[in-house]
């Protein structure tokens, strides 16, 4: 795994444009994917799994995803989980 100096970036070209580029796209598209989504939500032909599907969706855009629960069994902390990792890592704690 390689180090860096402390100040050195591991990644110096930072987020490939591709990737803002396509955010980009795909932002631009938002209104007609709602409409889409609530063209689908309204048509009574279509199956009721992509209504179902299109209303979550909806709501899942208009008032984000529900958080979820994660069950823990007890055991190693999750602090301790990450402190044993990095230090199977090599990396400082």
Same mark, same amino acid.
């Given at each position: 795994m390689a180090r860096f100096e402390k100040g050195q970036s *591991?990644? =110096? *070209?930072g987020r490939p444009r591709t990737v803002a580029l396509l955010r980009e796209l795909a932002q !631009?598209?938002?209104e007609a994917n709602i409409q889409v989504l609530v063209a689908i939500r309204d048509n009574k032909k279509? =199956?009721?799994a992509a209504r179902v599907a299109a209303i979550k969706e909806l709501n899942d855009r208009g008032f984000g995803r529900p958080s979820q629960a994660i069950e823990h069994? @007890? @055991?190693v902390s999750l602090d301790d989980a990450i /402190? %044993?990792? /990095? %230090?199977r890592? !090599?990396?400082?704690?």
């Open positions: *591991g990644n =110096p *070209g !631009g598209e938002v279509a =199956p009721f069994s @007890g @055991g /402190r %044993e990792a /990095r %230090e890592m !090599g990396l400082q704690t």
